[in-house]
Every structure is written in structure tokens, then in C-alpha cells.
């Protein structure tokens, strides 16, 4: 069992930047993929972003590729996201997540059986 939990949320206007992070506790945290997931106001659960567990190996949404970039520091059982050129459309609770299975892909929520608790990101016109 991995805990997380987020921070670095906040209000921006379009075309500022933000800097997500998240925690980890758990001893197998070194060991597993991790991603970004976020949810914008009525709409589904969506991929942001993941890193393998070496953080050799990168993958982004269309939506925000170029734009943002994700990274771990396994020593220091973190994850951040660093959101740059933010447009009103980034408005959502961002979620960190571990992959505990590898059934479907890195882009579904059903291969991640561990949650933060999400921070929010408000980007204003």
C-alpha cells in the first residue's frame, strides 16, 4: 500500500505556471509507475501525464504534451508535475496515482490502485 498526497495547487491566469507535487509513503513506492490523472468540473476522470518507475521514460495527453512536464525523485519519494503556458481548459483536481497492475494501460484508471487525494488547479482567463 502507497499513501499519496498532493499539494502545489492554486489560482493562475492563463499562461502562467504551476508546480505539483506528490508525496509518497510506502516501501514499494520506487518500484511502481506513477501518473497524473485530473477531473475538471462535470466532466470524467482523465490521464495527464506518467513516469516509469526509473523516470527514464515519459508519457503525456495530447492536451497538455509540450506544455508539461513530469519527473520522480525516488530517494525522496516524490513526484512532481511542473505545468507551464496553463489555459482555462488545465481547470480541474489533479490527481497523483501508482500503478499496482498492468492489465489494461498507462492511460486507464483501472490499473491504479492507489490515490492522493487531489489538489486543485484554477487557471482564469
Known amino acids: 500500500q502507497v499513501l499519496l498526497v498532493e499539494s502545489g495547487g492554486g489560482l493562475v491566469q492563463t499562461g502562467g505556471s504551476l508546480r505539483l507535487s506528490c508525496a509518497a509513503s510506502?516501501?514499494?513506492?520506487?518500484?511502481?509507475?506513477m501518473a497524473w490523472f485530473r477531473q475538471g468540473p462535470g466532466k470524467e476522470r482523465e490521464f495527464v501525464a506518467a513516469?516509469?518507475?526509473?523516470?527514464?521514460?515519459?508519457f503525456y495527453a495530447d492536451s497538455v504534451k509540450g506544455r508539461f512536464t513530469v519527473s520522480r525523485d525516488n530517494a525522496k519519494k516524490t513526484m512532481s508535475l511542473q505545468m507551464n503556458s496553463l489555459k482555462p481548459d488545465d481547470t480541474a483536481v489533479y490527481y497523483c496515482?501508482?500503478?499496482?497492475?498492468?492489465?489494461?494501460?498507462?492511460?486507464?484508471?483501472?490499473?491504479?490502485?492507489?490515490w492522493g487525494q487531489g489538489t486543485q488547479v484554477t487557471v482564469s482567463s
Open positions: 496515482a501508482a500503478r499496482t497492475q498492468y492489465g489494461r494501460s498507462y492511460q486507464d484508471t483501472n490499473d491504479y490502485g492507489n
Open positions: 510506502g516501501r514499494t513506492f520506487s518500484s511502481l509507475s
Open positions: 513516469v516509469t518507475w526509473s523516470g527514464t521514460v515519459t
